[in-house]
């Protein structure tokens, strides 16, 4: 970590109103909101702060100053080719995919998910009137000597697909496992969703957070069928930590879903925040480096993690993810019951993510976005009072 680059101390973050540090009380370690305790990019800070001083909180202006700065940023860091006129911004990824499914599909309608998954992709499914339809992540087929852990279960995926579902809303690095879907995977989703005539909705708010070993394919960019079929949902909330500004990008490759995007009420732009446009394009054009300094911590503490976790916790089970800052963890060795973060809530004041929620009884996600000392504080308080 550089000098410049030091996590501010718990004293600090606790003065943060965000929900991360505003939900439990202050003998709480937090640890589930996808927030990170990371400082601000500087070139961001610069940014915002000239904002103020120019007391410029209007409405957000319709310039092209977002769309380039997203097609700069994929061109740089994935080498892929985004039209900025194919570039919509919207107030928030979720805000993205409610209103895009809204377009493409009717009450009634069958919507695939992939459990375990972010767990507000079945809320805003329901949120549209549609079903859910699960396709959960599978092993990969024994006998392939490349396998590694869990992947999308094509065979699932098309039988759902040939039963009538309409979308497949694809997340992309996979939030809670932190899997960074293979090419081969998302050329045989695309290849299937053209052939049943399923919209993929690619959420990729993660991929600026893909670590050292892993290689982020965007989905738009492995075949004409994934552009025909696909949306893309883009943010720095993730990568830049500016969830709370409201901000972010629906990517079109093709005339046909970019039409389902024009029909969307011409207030899309308007009901997105003026700061978070000001913020996600220095973040996107300026902040790369900031970025890298982040990466080199999380690839710091998902090793850590699995040495404090096989140190003080042997039994609980952990994989290292390929991407972002989030740890999904099976404790279900330990007999701590179907939630262990309610268990360790109550016994060690350390804040988890329910893994039942996402359908995952006895799992847990933890938010490894902090200081390593967090971490392992944490790590530490659950071994001793569990
Ligand atoms: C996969 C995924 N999608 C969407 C979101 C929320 O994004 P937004 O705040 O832009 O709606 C999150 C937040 O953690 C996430 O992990």
């Not at 767990?119 to 329901?126: M, N």
């Not at 046909?256 to 973040?283: C, D, F, N, Q, W």
């Amino acid at each position: 970590m550089s000098s410049d680059f030091q996590v501010p101390p718990l004293t600090e973050l606790r003065q943060r109103l965000s929900a991360k540090w505003q939900t439990f009380p202050h003998d709480v370690l937090p640890l589930p909101v996808a927030e990170m305790d990371f400082p601000l990019a500087e070139p961001v800070a610069a940014a915002l702060h000239q904002a103020i001083r120019r007391s410029d909180t209007g409405y957000a202006a319709p310039t092209a100053d977002l769309a380039e700065a997203v097609a700069g940023y994929a061109r740089r860091t994935w080498d892929w080719s985004v039209d900025p006129d194919g570039v919509h911004t919207v107030a928030d990824v979720g805000i993205g995919i409610v209103e895009t499914l809204r377009r493409i599909v009717a009450p009634g309608d069958k919507v695939v998910i992939s459990p375990p998954v972010y767990e507000p992709f079945s809320w805003w499914v329901h949120e549209v009137g549609a079903h859910v339809v699960e396709a959960p992540l599978t092993e990969a087929p024994s006998g392939d000597s490349t396998a590694r852990g869990p992947r999308l279960d094509l065979t699932a995926l098309e039988r759902a697909f040939a039963d009538g579902a309409r979308a497949y809303l694809l997340c992309s690095p996979h939030n809670p496992l932190g899997l960074v879907h293979p090419r081969e995977d998302l050329v045989a989703l695309a290849e299937l969703a053209d052939e049943h005539g399923v919209f993929v909705l690619a959420d990729e708010i993660h991929a600026p957070l893909v670590l050292t070993g892993a290689q982020f394919v965007p989905f738009l960019s492995v075949s004409q069928e994934a552009r025909r079929r696909g949306f893309s949902f883009l943010s720095a909330s993730k990568g830049w930590n500016l969830a709370g500004l409201k901000a972010a990008a629906i990517i079109t490759a093709d005339p046909a879903p970019k039409r389902y995007v024009e029909r969307m009420s011409p207030h899309r732009l308007y009901r997105t925040g003026h700061l978070g446009v000001i913020a996600t394009v220095a973040a996107f054009n300026d902040a790369d480096a900031w970025l890298a300094e982040v990466l080199d911590v999380l690839d710091h503490n998902r090793t850590l993690l699995a040495e404090l976790l096989d140190k003080n916790l042997p039994a609980a089970r952990y994989t290292p993810p390929q991407a972002s800052f989030l740890a999904w963890i099976d404790f279900r060795a330990l007999g701590w019951g179907d939630d262990p973060a309610a268990h360790i809530l109550g016994a060690a004041k350390v804040a988890l993510n329910s893994g039942h929620r996402y359908g995952f009884p006895g799992f847990a996600r933890l938010n490894f976005g902090c200081a390593p000392e967090t971490l392992t504080e944490a790590v530490v308080r659950i071994a001793e009072s569990c």
